[in-house]
């Protein structure tokens, strides 16, 4: 049974930085491209980063220069390194593999930016 268990949000200033792990179980983290996703309030949920099996990144536009992710293969763990924090940045961040598969989506770990 694949799980994806992600933790490290919380509540940071404008500017800030936050690191976001995503412990998966199974042959998942393995396998396939790993995406870090967000959904802000009202919105539908978007990629924000993905790492492929060689190790190759994307972003999106908004968080370029900002984000970046990683991954552990001996830990079966993904990071999102996050820095230079906006408001907009607002959102539950979710972990999954790329593309994503519904059965997979976990909690999220909310991230507040805020003043």
């Known amino acids: 049974q694949v799980q994806l268990v992600e933790s490290g949000g919380g509540l940071v200033q404008p500017g800030g930085s936050l690191r976001l792990s995503c412990a998966a179980s199974?042959?998942?983290?393995?396998?396939?491209?790993m995406g870090w996703y967000r959904q802000a309030p009202g919105e539908h949920r978007e990629l924000v980063a993905v790492?492929?099996?060689?190790?190759?990144?994307n972003y999106r536009d908004s968080v370029k220069g900002r984000f970046a992710i990683t991954r552990d293969k001996a830990k079966n763990t993904v990071y999102l390194q996050m820095s230079s924090l906006k408001p907009e940045d607002t959102a539950v961040y979710y972990c999954?593999?790329?593309?994503?598969?519904?059965?997979?989506w976990g909690q999220g770990t909310q991230v507040t930016v805020s003043s």
């Open positions: 999954n593999q790329w593309p994503p598969v519904w059965d997979y």
């Open positions: 199974g042959s998942v983290f393995s396998r396939n491209a």
């Open positions: 790492v492929f099996n060689g190790g190759n990144t």
